[in-house]
């Protein structure tokens, strides 16, 4: 077999025009879009094992996406110092591939992440969102009380079983540990909510911040968007935000590259002991971590 070269590789894009990461065969996708392009550089197939590290949904953004792919190693010698530049002059001007870093074969984007961060933004300008950043920005009816977001971020945070805000999967866990989850308002005016955690289920970031904002704007109390985590079904009283208010800024890995394949086992064994098991016995594996 030949030797092959893991790489990492560090993806952006604007998510208007996609309907998400994962590739889909009538639908234009980041991940789509990504292994046309990989095939067209570098020959059909030669790329393999395209592995996220969590899936986006349709209209959300990203700034911080990882993805791992494996090359022949007499491929990558090749093209080490000009494929970065290839890609830039044949992707699309929404997606960019920022770095392509190598990594040891025990690196999964997916399994060796140790945390998922977005950002969510939003105005309550009375003139809505600026032209320029409309398709980043969600534009609030009422005005918002920095205070009051805080507060109700507060009961939000630790470990929690989130069914209430999640889209439930057959055999997935809805158990989640929020590391992070607090607003500020920017020079600018705008509000930015950072939510930290190790994985997030369906819909969940946006369900989030769809409870904090009607707290936020006194139509709830700050208690409310906490309280509903006694709940073990979706809440329908909770809205979820738009999509495109969404990016995904970072995802977090070990400092030392010997844990990765630790780290890996431990999310996997994880994933499976919390996801149940279907009919037969065997231990379903949960999706990987995904937001819309």
Not at 87 to 102: G, H, I, K, S
Not at 146 to 156: E, K, P, T, V
Not at 158 to 183: I, P, Q, S
Request: charged letters at 25%; a neutral charge; one cysteine or more.
């Amino acid at each position: 077999m030949d030797e092959r070269v893991r790489l990492r590789l560090a993806v952006a894009y604007d998510g208007t025009g996609f309907s998400g990461w994962a590739a889909q065969p009538t639908r234009r996708t980041v991940a789509g879009v990504l292994a046309e392009t990989l095939d067209l550089v570098l020959g059909a197939g030669v790329a393999t094992g395209l592995t996220v590290a969590g899936r986006t949904d349709a209209g959300v953004h990203a700034t911080g996406q990882v993805c791992h792919l494996d090359l022949p190693a007499a491929v990558w010698a090749e093209h080490e110092g000009r494929l970065l530049r290839r890609l830039a002059r044949l992707l699309p001007t929404d997606v960019r591939v920022r770095a392509m870093t190598p990594v040891p074969a025990d690196f999964d984007a997916r399994f060796s992440a140790t945390f998922r961060r977005y950002e969510y933004r939003v105005t309550d300008a009375p003139f809505g969102a600026e032209p320029l950043r409309r398709h980043e920005v969600l534009a609030w009816p009422r005005p918002l009380d920095l205070d009051l977001l805080n507060a109700a971020a507060a009961g939000l945070v630790g470990e929690h079983d989130f069914a209430a805000y999640c889209r439930r999967k057959e055999h997935a866990t809805t158990l989640r540990e929020v590391t992070r989850l607090d607003w500020r308002r920017d020079p600018d005016g705008l509000l930015v909510a950072t939510v930290q955690a190790d994985a997030f289920c369906q819909a969940m970031v946006r369900s989030l911040v769809g409870a904090m904002l009607v707290a936020g704007d006194g139509r709830r109390p700050v208690q409310w968007p906490g309280s509903l985590l006694t709940r073990r079904e979706r809440s329908s009283e909770v809205t979820v935000a738009p999509a495109h208010g969404l990016t995904l800024v970072a995802v977090g890995y070990p400092d030392d590259p010997a844990e990765y394949a630790r780290r890996a086992e431990a999310t996997r064994r994880l994933r499976v002991s919390t996801g149940g098991a279907p009919a037969g016995g065997v231990p379903a594996e949960e999706p990987a971590p995904v937001e819309g």
